[in-house]
């Protein structure tokens, strides 16, 4: 990992005893110029350790570059480059001793740490110090815009959700609409129909029932041919063809005047009652 890496920068951040420390461009400036590697070398583990623990690698140099504290790294197992490449470790932390000025370890932060063999141990003095955990901000802001992508993408969606349930609620609500007056027309139209047949071929008390029958042929909506020639028509339509064409059977007429031209043929009452 010859690359310089970014291992923290200026700033106020919570240690990982809950302690609030802030670090200036100074003080990285001072943890900087104090690592001596040969005097004690700060290893690249994974997590935090506390006691014996396998390193991953070391420190070799320490650098400000603005507000950022950067690192370069020896002996890295190739194991580690490739998790690293691969994103499975997209976080790094360092730990500082109680001066705050020496660098303890850095630590990667991420899956569970693979089993590299032949890794020296390395021993930790148990001493108090600063564990600060430091996201390495190109991996961050590319989290971060990856992050509003998505909830961009979350919200079209559900824009697009709520367009598509308003236009179908209104489709329905027109379909319906539609409907009612498609029945209504339907109705009316079979109302006028039969009035016409009332007293001349059908009886008045038949009318619920011949609407009921026209009404049910009418939703069909399926047209037939029955005579050669005429064209298609509804079943509905079919059935008031046959109603007209029969015979006018002077429903009206036949009790509009009971008594006349039959008298002769009307019984006696008295007569009738005195042979009871």
């Not at 569970?112 to 021993?123: H, I, R, S, Y």
């Not at 509003?148 to 919200?155: I, T």
């Not at 399926?222 to 002077?250: N, V, W, Y």
């Amino acid at each position: 990992m010859g690359n310089w890496i970014e291992i923290c920068k200026a700033g106020t951040w919570t240690a990982k005893n809950g302690e609030q420390v802030t670090l200036s461009t100074g003080d990285l400036d001072g943890i900087a110029s104090a690592y001596n590697p040969t005097e004690r070398e700060a290893p690249l583990v994974f997590g935090h350790p506390e006691d014996n623990h396998p390193a991953f690698g070391w420190v070799d140099q320490l650098k400000r570059t603005g507000d950022i504290l950067l690192a370069r790294f020896k002996q890295v197992p190739e194991t580690v480059k490739d998790l690293v490449k691969a994103g499975h470790y997209k976080k790094v932390s360092i730990s500082l001793m109680a001066d705050k000025k020496t660098l303890r370890h850095v630590g990667l932060l991420g899956a569970v740490p693979p089993a590299v063999p032949g890794l020296a141990d390395v021993m930790f003095q148990g001493e108090d110090g600063v564990t600060i955990e430091f996201s390495n901000p190109d991996a961050t802001r590319k989290e971060e815009k990856t992050h509003m992508e998505l909830e961009k993408l979350k919200k079209e969606l559900e824009a697009e959700k709520e367009a598509r349930k308003t236009a179908e609620t209104k489709a329905a609500t027109a379909e319906t609409e539609l409907s009612q007056s498609r029945q209504k027309t339907l109705e009316a139209e079979i109302g006028t129909r039969i009035d016409k047949l009332v007293g001349k071929q059908i009886l008045a008390g038949d009318k619920p029932l011949v609407k009921e029958i026209a009404l049910a042929l009418g939703k069909e909506g399926t047209e037939i041919e029955l005579s050669a020639g005429k064209g298609k028509k509804s079943l509905s339509s079919h059935l008031f063809d046959f109603l007209q064409g029969l015979p006018d059977r002077g429903l009206l007429t036949e009790f509009s005047a009971p008594n006349a031209g039959r008298e002769t043929d009307a019984p006696d009452m008295p007569a009738l009652m005195s042979r009871v």
